[in-house]
C-alpha cells in the first residue's frame, strides 16, 4: 500500500516521515546549515549528483523534506517545495516561470502582496500583466483569446470570498499557453484541491491554516516532477528563499491536526454566517458555505466546505465596523488568518488599504466590510461575542 492510497487525515499525520538511526516516534528536527561527507569524493559525488547527499540547508534538509512530503502526498502532487513564506512561494514560482516578453493573466481579487507582484513587480521585467474580475467567464475568456504564459488566482478571494471556475478557467488557460497558479490558502489540502481541476501549480502560506496557531512563517510551492525539479529548482537553491528547519518542524506538527482544525472551524464559520445573516445592522454576509452566496453552487462543487473566513458588511461603513471591532472582547484584532485565535479584521483600512479606494471599489471591499477568520473557541461564545458587540456599537451608534 502506497501512502497515498491513505485517506487525508492519515496523510496528515504519517506522510512523507523518515527517521533517523533512533527511531524517534516524532519527526527529528535537523537543526543545521551544513552536512559532513565521509570523503572528498563523497563530497564531489554528492555535487556531481552522482550520490544522494544532503549539501545545505539552502537546498535541502530532512526535516523540510518530511513537511514537503507530507504536504505533497495531502495535495495529491508530484513534488513541493518549502519556502520562507507564502510570498517566497508566490514570488518565486512566478519569477522562476516567466521571463522579459510574456503575458500573465491574473484575478483582480488577490492577496494585497500578490497583487502587487502581478501590478509592479513583474511590469518592470517586462512582463504584461493584466486583471481581470475572477468571477467573469467571459472576461477569462477575452483575456486568455491572446497568448499567455501565466495566469495566477486565488479563489475563495480574500475577503470578499469570490470563487473562480477552476475547471473552466484552467481549460481557457491551457489553450492560451499559459500555466495555470492557484494560490490555495483560503481553501486549504483539505476542502479544494486544485490540481484535480487542471491546475499546474498550487501555491500556500503555510503561515495560516498549516500552522494554524500563529506561531511561524512558511509557504510551498507543489506541482509536477518535472516543473519542480525543470523550472523551480535551481531558482529557490540560487536566490534562497529556504525555510527554516525549525518553521518546517512547527510545520509538521500543525498539518497532523490540520484536518481536525478544518473541519471544527468550518462548522464554527458556518454557524456564525448563519448568525450573522439574521443581525440588524448587517446588510450582506458573505460565506461560500450559504445558499445566497452568489457563487454557492460553484464553491460546493470544487470545495468540500465553505472554508473558515467569513466576510460581512455593516450597513454604517467605517465607523460602524470600527464601533463592532472595538466592542469585542474574545475576538482579536489582527490582519492574520486561519488561527487558533478567531480574528476580526477591517480590510479597507489594513490589508486592502494600499492599493486604493479605486481598486477596492471595484473589488466590492466597502468600508462596512469586515473580515473574520473563525478560530477554534466554542461557536457559542464567539456568538456570544458577536451579540454583545453588535448590541453595544448599535448603542454607540444611537447615542452619537
Ligand atoms: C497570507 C497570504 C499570503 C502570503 O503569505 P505569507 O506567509 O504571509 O507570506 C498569500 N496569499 C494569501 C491568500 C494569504 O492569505
Known sequence: MTARSYRPATLAVHAGQTRSQHGETAEALFLTSGFVYDSAAQAEATFLGTEQHYQYSRFGNPTVAMFEERLAALEGAEACRATATGMAAVASAMLAHLKAGD???????????????????????????????????????????????????????????????????????????????????FATPLLQRPLAFGADVVLYSATKHIDGQ??????????????????????????????????????????????????AMCRSAAQIADFLAGQPGITRVLYPGRADHPQHALAM???????????????????AAFRLIDSLRLIRISNNLGDAKSIITHPATTT????????????????????LSVGLEDPADLEEDLAQALASAAVARAAE
Do not use: Y
Request: hydrophobic share 45%; with cysteine.
Open 214 to 263: 500563529g506561531r511561524c512563517l512558511g509557504g510551498a510551492v507543489l506541482s509536477s516532477k518535472a516543473w519542480i525539479e525543470g523550472t523551480l529548482q535551481a531558482f529557490l537553491r540560487n536566490t534562497g528563499p529556504a525555510i527554516s528547519p525549525f518553521n518546517a518542524w512547527v510545520m509538521l506538527k500543525g498539518l497532523e491536526t490540520l484536518s481536525l482544525r478544518v473541519a
Open 352 to 371: 486592502h488599504l494600499k492599493i486604493g479606494a479605486e481598486e477596492r471599489a471595484r473589488l466590492g471591499i466597502s468600508d462596512g466590510l469586515v473580515r
Open 103 to 185: 503575458r500573465v493573466v491574473a484575478s483582480r481579487a488577490l492577496f494585497g502582496s500578490c497583487h502587487w507582484i502581478v501590478s509592479t513587480l513583474l511590469p518592470k521585467f517586462g512582463i504584461e500583466t493584466e486583471f481581470v474580475d475572477g468571477s467573469d467567464l467571459s472576461a477569462w475568456r477575452s483575456a486568455l483569446s491572446r497568448p499567455a504564459h501565466a495566469v495566477l488566482l486565488e479563489t475563495p478571494s480574500n475577503p470578499c470570498l469570490e470563487i473562480v471556475d477552476l475547471r473552466a478557467v484552467c481549460d481557457l488557460a491551457h489553450a492560451a499557453g499559459a500555466t495555470v497558479m492557484v494560490d490555495n490558502v
Open 301 to 319: 462543487s470544487q470545495m468540500s466546505a465553505g472554508g473558515t473566513i467569513v466576510s460581512f458588511e455593516l450597513a454604517g461603513g467605517k465607523a
